[in-house]
């Protein structure tokens, strides 16, 4: 039923509805152009049948549509004179409720899936690894860049990319909440083969693109109704001209609605949709924050398999999007997305501390990047052997994880990373959206001037010419197993400098280093404090401490290019049976964390710095730098 908005009665400009007509003049294989009373609404249909209160027509696509016969006589026309016209041709369900005006589900989906009879898949113990490299013949096109509009709020975001590389196309999110009197949405709408785009005109809500699916118009919207504080739904939105028709409405995971999560307890969040992506055949792969992922056909909206995670992964994609690759209680998991068939599954129990992990296909398949804080591990799917392992103290993985080009990685959208040789390479600046599919990187430049969707293969044939000329240089490393390293403990108090030394001199050797006080690179030590404030603790409230702050730093010529810090007052205290909060605290308050300094691990390969270039004055730990503007990559 249509809530909150009053519709105009409807009537077919060609057809007479009685009962005769039905039965004689029109034929259930006859198509013809249907129109409503308003001249806006058409739709190229077949009459079906006469069904109770209401009139079924087919389109040619096979799709049926349920109109209410009340809708259509002429003699309601004058009650409903003066409303808001609708659009009685809008998708509708078999129970005759129009979709996409109310943000329940529609019916078909949601709550109303009965999980139980779903395809589940259970990922057990053990240790398989069956993964098929895919057929890759690239994109199959070279897409061109395209522009894209201006802001059109200083506050404006731009959301994640949503390409769909079958339909050559892109869609693009934009949206605000601040600084305006409702939330508002718009979508961009990108031909990658012509380097067109159709921008859409503001629409009330706070909604951005989940995927783009195969039709290369309609976009998969996820957010909220338009008041901005409704619950999490999925939408259906397409653009036509520069209005937005919006279409069906539902929630898939509306069974996991006020569950708790692995990371909080019990909010609605654990039902909205973490990540979305379009496969082939019209299916969509879909995964809640809870981690409930399942396989969807769209033209149905049934869920053909589905699995429960406890929480949304990670994931990374193969260049096809034929698998799906995402950590799990110390495992990497590897399953076909249209079936949902486990293909692989191996252990990373033995690899140490992996914080926030993330995994990414390399374009052909043929490895696995496994990316958690500053480490990488890089995975041979053929051999089933990890062939590399290494660290980058100072450059985390941030929020984002990649691997566009068989021998280099991809940091938090930004630093690029050539990993047979540890050398961090280039950073791209001014990206405010980045995307990769196979081996291109498409980054997105959104200013108040204008902006541009650009796609590009990573490296930069500049960046290959600076990769190739810096594996000649003999001290592109200046921390290296074998190089001279000096220790500067000026900013220690002297009763603690001899601890502080020792510790430093320890981890330096632990990496193949020689101690030399004249050495270019320096570590450099200090202790402040102590500082009085106030810290709180969870059911334990304030208390005053006595705050030491301890610090470290690799430089080079005075040029930092890795630190590192902690204080003597920690986040988080386990008290013994004999202890009490004040008294641990007043321990902890006497003097700095010197442990800090005795267990500390310095990275074993730190390269020389570099300037960004481009007017930017920020000292970079990469060989080379570009930024992105609205004429492209410079």
Not at 105 to 125: A, D, H
Not at 249 to 273: C, H, M, S
Not at 393 to 400: D, E, K, L, S
């Amino acid at each position: 039923m249509l809530r909150g908005r009053a519709v105009f009665s409807l009537c077919l400009s060609i057809l007479s509805f009685s009962g005769a007509a039905f039965s004689g003049s029109l034929m259930a294989d006859e198509t013809r152009l249907w129109t409503d009373s308003t001249g806006k609404f058409k739709v190229e249909a077949s009459f079906v049948e006469k069904k109770g209160d209401s009139v079924v027509l087919v389109k040619e696509d096979g799709k049926k549509l349920t109109i209410p016969i009340a809708k259509l006589c002429e003699a309601d026309r004058s009650f409903l004179e003066g409303l808001e016209a609708a659009n009685p041709f809008a998708e509708m369900d078999e129970s005759g409720d129009s979709e996409g005006d109310s943000p329940k589900s529609s019916g078909r989906t949601g709550g109303s899936i009965k999980w139980s009879e779903v395809e589940t898949i259970e990922i057990l113990g053990g240790d398989h690894w069956e993964v098929p490299i895919p057929e890759s013949s690239g994109l199959g096109f070279d897409p061109k860049k395209v522009p894209l509009p201006k802001k059109s709020h200083f506050f404006e975001n731009i959301h994640p990319l949503a390409i769909n590389l079958s339909a050559k196309k892109v869609a693009l999110g934009y949206s605000t909440s601040f600084g305006v009197d409702v939330p508002y949405s718009r979508i961009v709408i990108g031909d990658l083969t012509s380097g067109k785009m159709v921008s859409s005109e503001n629409t009330q809500s706070l909604m951005k693109p989940l995927c783009l699916l195969d039709d290369g118009t309609t976009i998969l919207m996820g957010g909220t109704d338009d008041k901005g504080d409704g619950p999490d739904v999925i939408q259906e939105w397409t653009l036509k001209g520069k209005k937005i028709a919006k279409g069906n409405t539902w929630i898939p995971f509306e069974a996991d609605l006020d569950v708790k999560t692995q990371r909080g307890g019990g909010n609605r969040e654990a039902a909205y949709v973490a990540f979305a992506v379009p496969l082939k055949s019209n299916l969509v792969l879909l995964c809640s924050r809870k981690g409930h992922m399942a396989c969807f056909d769209m033209s149905t909206k049934t869920p053909k398999w589905h699995v429960e995670l406890g929480e949304a992964p990670a994931a990374g994609f193969s260049a096809d999007n034929s698998l799906i690759a995402f950590p799990n209680s110390n495992k990497i998991i590897v399953l076909k997305t249209d079936t949902g068939e486990l293909v692989g599954q191996i252990s990373i129990q033995d690899k140490g501390h992996l914080p926030w992990p993330k995994v990414a296909f390399s374009p052909s398949g043929k490895k696995i990047g496994l990316a958690a804080w500053d480490r990488v591990l890089i995975l041979d799917v053929e051999k089933k052997e990890w062939i590399q392992e290494m660290s980058f103290p100072g450059t985390n993985v941030g929020n984002a994880f990649a691997f566009p080009d068989e021998d280099h990685v991809l940091f938090d959208n930004k630093t690029l990373i050539h990993w047979p040789t540890r050398i961090q390479l280039w950073t791209i600046l001014e990206s405010h959206a980045t995307t990769v599919h196979g081996d291109i990187a498409f980054l997105c430049c959104n200013t108040d001037a204008g902006g541009v969707l650009f796609p590009t293969k990573l490296p930069t044939t500049t960046a290959k010419e600076k990769l190739v000329a810096a594996q000649k240089q003999s001290d592109l490393f200046v921390v290296r197993p074998g190089a001279a390293m000096g220790v500067n403990i000026n900013g220690v108090p002297q009763q603690y400098q001899a601890e502080v030394k020792a510790g430093i001199e320890k981890a330096i050797e632990a990496i193949g280093c020689k101690i030399s006080p004249n050495a270019e690179v320096q570590v450099v030590a200090g202790i402040t404090g102590p500082k009085q404030e106030a810290v709180s603790y969870h059911m334990s409230g304030a208390h005053v401490v006595q705050s030491y702050t301890s610090s470290l730093a690799i430089q080079y010529k005075g040029q930092t290019i890795w630190q590192s810090g902690g204080t003597n007052i920690p986040g988080m205290i386990m008290l013994s049976r004999d202890e009490t909060m004040e008294s641990y605290l007043a321990k902890a308050s006497a003097s700095p964390n010197l442990s800090f300094f005795q267990q500390v691990k310095f990275p074993e390969f730190l390269q020389k710095p570099s300037p960004a270039g481009n007017g930017n004055t920020q000292t970079l730990s990469t060989i080379g730098a570009s930024t992105l503007t609205a004429n492209g990559l410079q």
